[in-house]
């Protein structure tokens, strides 16, 4: 069973051919300070993207806007064809449909693994427990750690914590997966294991945006590679001309930067 | 062997898992004088603290053997026979437990208090045990607590009534503290999180609710449920004396039980709200299932500690002429014949609380050690 199939199910609300994600002009303010300006986004169904910037660009607030985690205060934002406004429904309906993994894993450290993995879908999503515990073993092998379900996070090495986060994502069978910066808390070994679990998610078709500084994952996975600074998108495009040819002078200067 | 050569053998056992023959400490760093050594004279100012101290315990600690046990009457006698010994008179708590232990609820009926007494006790341990965590708990104390309300107050199944006016000692002191955690701990619970709210005004009630009863002594608190609260009641409606108390006691635990729980709360990342927002949790899910479990778990020491202070404080409904344990052991000493007798009086209410003080603490620190599983490394 792979999990692409079991995605397939077409949403009501929108026909396949239109964007899953849309933002038109999406503004953000933290106090006075303009964290994003005029974003405008259109990610397709299968689409993986790979977000870019120096730190304090906006990056991790314009995906957490896609969740909700972060509030917009101008634009529109519809995601998988519901509108995201303030309206708590929308916000919850959106959730359902949208895993996130964070940079510091943010695994419940007082449930086991398995229990951080059967909760949603138990509580949110009403399946039975019987069958959220299979559909939790399916993805902890996915993410080659069966054997650690009934262990607590606490007792796991920051790449498997993460992984089990990945799972804990998967398990709400989500048609969108954020990453924000999924690899950045994790010791340099650790870091391929990760990334490996992201590659096969891309190569089953899951829709992604992954902000990261792995420019590796981002030449491999990604379709289209975006450059963001000060708050705006500065540059986007297929990651052989975003690495190749890239245009705007702040990715000359960035590329030239984290790429020795 | 050389320096080098243990060193080296140490770090192979250390990483081979020690098959190489083990190295042990020099002797004067273990056993009996080890131990004495490093703790009570590993220096001259830790040698000296350790003989002033030394010499002060064996100036008191002979004398209180002496008034406790060796001195004291044992026997069940007349006051004047206590007044000639040196010693403790148990004597008089022989006399008197009766009073102490039930105030003046009527001598004839006190099986009754010691019955709802025994059987509170027993559910009490029984709920100890986190494997009796069940619905049917609940059920259990709902039945325990109407079978006690029917035991004190009585007037049906042939028992006396006996008005609240008269119930005292140890059952009021552990009712009024059951209740002020009972109900107080889940109103402090809301509190907290009213703090925490989002919404402006239920943040503003909660704020000045904890403040205002926060900020006054308990003992204003109970005076005002006493004698200021029938004042805004309409006429002819009165409530019992003893229930004003409580609610005010109430009131108070929830006020201090609020603060705790918010100094918990506060101790959980942000990441694990984020979290459980982007599973798709709502705001009673998120805090049921993974905010107020970690809260109150790093909440144990202080909310124990509430928790001991408030039990001792029910002490102060004798200012709304209530006898409690405290109140009865007092009412014990007004008797003309055994006047006189205030040491041994407080001294076995004293063991009183601290049994079931020092209980609560050892409880605590094994549920503890028991809800730690999740942070162990």
């Keep these: 069973?792979?999990?692409?199939?079991?995605?397939?199910?077409?949403?009501?609300?929108?026909?396949?051919?239109?964007?899953?994600?849309?933002?038109?002009?999406?503004?953000?303010?933290?106090?006075?300070?303009?964290?994003?300006?005029?974003?405008?986004?259109?990610?397709?169904?299968?689409?993986?993207?790979?977000?870019?910037?120096?730190?304090?660009?906006?990056?991790?607030?314009?995906?957490?806007?896609?969740?909700?985690?972060?509030?917009?205060?101008?634009?529109?934002?519809?995601?998988?064809?519901?509108?995201l406004t303030s309206n708590l429904k929308n916000i919850d309906a959106i959730r359902r449909e949208v895993g996130m993994v964070f940079q510091q894993f943010n695994l419940f450290p007082h449930l086991t693994v398995m229990e951080n993995l059967t909760l949603a879908p138990i509580w949110v999503r009403k399946v039975p427990k019987k069958e959220a515990e299979e559909t939790a073993m399916y993805y902890l092998e996915r993410v080659r750690i069966p054997e650690q379900a009934q262990k607590y996070p606490g007792q796991l090495s920051g790449g498997q914590q993460q992984r089990v986060a990945i799972a804990r994502s998967l398990c709400m069978k989500p048609k969108i997966m954020l990453f924000d910066e999924p690899t950045s808390a994790l010791d340099p070994e650790m870091v391929k294991e990760v990334l490996d679990t992201m590659v096969s998610l891309a190569e089953e078709g899951m829709t992604m945006l992954c902000v990261t500084?792995?420019?590796?994952?981002?030449?491999?996975?990604?379709?289209?590679?975006?450059?963001?600074?000060?708050?705006?998108?500065?540059?986007?495009?297929?990651?052989?001309?975003?690495?190749?040819?890239?245009?705007?002078?702040?990715?000359?200067?960035?590329?030239?930067?984290?790429?020795? | 062997m050389t320096d080098q050569t243990l060193h080296r053998t140490v770090q192979h056992a250390a990483r081979t898992g020690g098959d190489s023959p083990v190295v042990q400490p020099p002797s004067t760093k273990t056993g009996v004088i080890g131990w004495l050594r490093a703790n009570l004279f590993s220096t001259w100012y830790n040698s000296l603290a350790t003989?002033?101290?030394?010499?002060?315990?064996?100036?008191?600690?002979?004398?209180?053997?002496?008034?406790?046990?060796?001195?004291?009457?044992?026997?069940?006698?007349?006051?004047?026979?206590?007044?000639?010994?040196?010693?403790?008179?148990?004597?008089?708590?022989?006399?008197?437990?009766?009073?102490?232990?039930?105030?003046?609820?009527?001598?004839?009926?006190?099986?009754?208090?010691?019955?709802?007494?025994?059987?509170?006790?027993?559910?009490?341990?029984?709920?100890?045990?986190?494997?009796?965590?069940?619905?049917?708990?609940?059920?259990?104390?709902?039945?325990?607590?109407?079978?006690?309300?029917?035991?004190?107050?009585?007037?049906?199944?042939?028992?006396?009534?006996?008005?609240t006016t008269r119930w005292g000692g140890l059952p009021l002191t552990l009712m009024l503290a059951s209740f002020a955690l009972a109900i107080g701990f889940p109103l402090g619970i809301l509190m907290a999180l009213g703090r925490r709210s989002d919404l402006p005004i239920v943040r503003m009630l909660s704020v000045a609710y904890i403040e205002l009863i926060r900020g006054v002594p308990l003992i204003t608190v109970l005076f005002m449920a006493s004698v200021m609260l029938p004042l805004f009641l309409p006429q002819g409606v009165s409530i019992n004396n003893l229930l004003r108390a409580q609610i005010g006691i109430i009131l108070f635990a929830s006020a201090y039980l609020a603060e705790v729980v918010r100094g918990g709360l506060q101790a959980i990342p942000k990441g694990q709200y984020e979290a459980a927002d982007s599973i798709g949790l709502g705001y009673w899910q998120k805090t049921r299932l993974i905010?107020?479990?970690?809260?109150?778990?790093?909440?144990?020491?202080?909310?124990?500690?509430?928790?001991?202070?408030?039990?001792?404080?029910?002490?102060?409904?004798?200012?709304?002429g209530l006898f409690d344990l405290v109140g009865a052991a007092k009412a014990a000493l007004t008797d003309p014949s055994w006047r006189g007798f205030y040491r041994e009086s407080y001294f076995f209410i004293a063991m009183i609380y601290f049994v079931f003080c020092f209980s609560m603490s050892k409880y605590s620190q094994h549920l503890e050690k028991k809800l730690n599983v999740g942070t162990r490394r």
Aim: some cysteine.
């Design chain 2, 51 to 163: 003989l002033i101290l030394l010499y002060i315990l064996a100036k008191l600690v002979p004398g209180i053997i002496d008034w406790l046990f060796i001195s004291a009457v044992w026997s069940h006698t007349e006051p004047e026979v206590c007044r000639a010994a040196d010693g403790a008179c148990w004597a008089f708590i022989h006399e008197k437990y009766r009073l102490i232990l039930f105030g003046t609820y009527p001598f004839d009926e006190q099986w009754r208090p010691t019955l709802a007494v025994l059987l509170y006790l027993v559910l009490l341990l029984a709920s100890c045990n986190r494997a009796f965590w069940k619905p049917w708990l609940g059920v259990a104390w709902v039945v325990l607590l109407a079978v006690i309300g029917t035991l004190m107050y009585g007037g049906i199944f042939g028992l006396t009534q006996v008005p």
């Design chain 1, 1 to 83: 069973m792979s999990l692409a199939s079991e995605r397939q199910s077409p949403t009501a609300h929108a026909a396949s051919g239109s964007p899953i994600i849309e933002m038109t002009g999406v503004n953000k303010w933290f106090g006075e300070f303009h964290v994003l300006k005029e974003i405008h986004l259109a990610v397709e169904r299968k689409e993986r993207i790979v977000i870019c910037g120096p730190s304090g660009s906006g990056k991790s607030t314009m995906i957490r806007c896609i969740n909700a985690l972060e509030e917009h205060q101008r634009g529109k934002i519809v995601v998988d064809g519901i509108e």
């Design chain 1, 213 to 260: 500084h792995e420019m590796g994952f981002a030449r491999t996975v990604a379709d289209r590679v975006i450059f963001m600074d000060f708050g705006e998108i500065v540059e986007q495009n297929r990651p052989d001309d975003f690495f190749g040819n890239p245009q705007s002078d702040r990715l000359k200067l960035f590329l030239s930067q984290i790429l020795h």
């Design chain 2, 291 to 320: 905010i107020l479990p970690q809260a109150l778990r790093i909440s144990i020491p202080p909310l124990v500690n509430t928790f001991i202070g408030l039990f001792k404080d029910t002490s102060l409904v004798i200012i709304v």
